[in-house]
T-cell receptor, first 114, second 115 residues
Framework: KAGVTQTPRYLIKTRGQQVTLSCSPISGHRSVSWYQQTPGQGLQFLFEYFSETQRNKGNFPGRFSGRQFSNSRSEMNVSTLELGDSALYLC?????????????FGQGTRLTVV | DQQVKQNSPSLSVQEGRISILNCDYTNSMFDYFLWYKKYPAEGPTFLISISSIKDKNEDGRFTVFLNKSAKHLSLHIVPSQPGDSAVYFCAASARSGGSNYKLTFGKGTLLTVNP
């Protein structure tokens, strides 16, 4: 069974631009979450999608948005990029239907804003 | 306000000895706890989890202990191996809005196992 796939792996963007990151969850997993990891910080929760609906949202500005498609694939968009948005963006998928399930992470997209 | 705290940024142990990584939490609504291991430039890898109805869960060399009254959990690795050298993240989740679960992570502890 294939794991969580994130594309691209690396990205360099200029301040003010926008970026779209993609995540394909494990087959059969319907929940997709996004996290941001910056140096010295833990993983900060961005949002979670389940069945194409955003179910949870972290404390990030509205420049950060996402969506989920009917095949459970998800995209995350960041508009008007700032230098502080440089981070490793991680996607995690989880199988719903069980009360407590672990999340499986992709390898992440390393975004550098210059 | 940090709801999951890993107070030791780093830990160094000798190969073959026990590694003990600690984690404290403040949110009494957390009902599921997980440990992840992360190598540089890779995503976190799930290690082991524990539900709040248990106080211990074991999987091979890894054991997680949960002390709900102290809001404290720990990960024991016995025996430690050089390949265990990585950053370990503690995470917790609380049921919110029905079947939705958000993971709250600590900042991680860098474990170095010396040969």
């Amino acid at each position: 069974k294939a794991g969580v796939t994130q594309t691209p792996r690396y990205l360099i963007k200029t301040r003010g631009q926008q970026v779209t990151l993609s995540c394909s969850p494990i087959s059969g997993h319907r929940s997709v979450s996004w996290y941001q990891q910056t140096p010295g910080q833990g993983l900060q929760f961005l949002f979670e999608y389940f069945s194409e609906t955003q179910r949870n949202k972290g404390n990030f500005p509205g420049r950060f948005s996402g969506r989920q498609f009917s095949n459970s694939r998800s995209e995350m968009n960041v508009s008007t990029l700032e230098l502080g948005d440089s981070a490793l963006y991680l996607c995690a998928s989880r199988q719903q239907g069980r009360s407590n399930t672990e999340a499986f992470f992709g390898q992440g997209t390393r975004l550098t804003v210059v | 306000d940090q709801q999951v705290k890993q107070n030791s940024p780093s830990l160094s142990v000798q190969e073959g000895r026990i590694s003990i990584l600690n984690c404290d939490y403040t949110n009494s609504m957390f009902d599921y706890f997980l440990w992840y291991k992360k190598y540089p430039a890779e995503g976190p890898t799930f290690l082991i989890s524990i539900s709040s109805i248990k106080d211990k869960n074991e999987d091979g060399r890894f054991t997680v202990f949960l002390n709900k009254s102290a809001k404290h959990l720990s990960l024991h690795i016995v025996p430690s191996q050089p390949g265990d050298s990585a950053v370990y993240f503690c995470a917790a989740s609380a049921r919110s809005g029905g079947s939705n679960y958000k993971l709250t992570f600590g900042k991680g502890t860098l474990l170095t196992v010396n040969p």
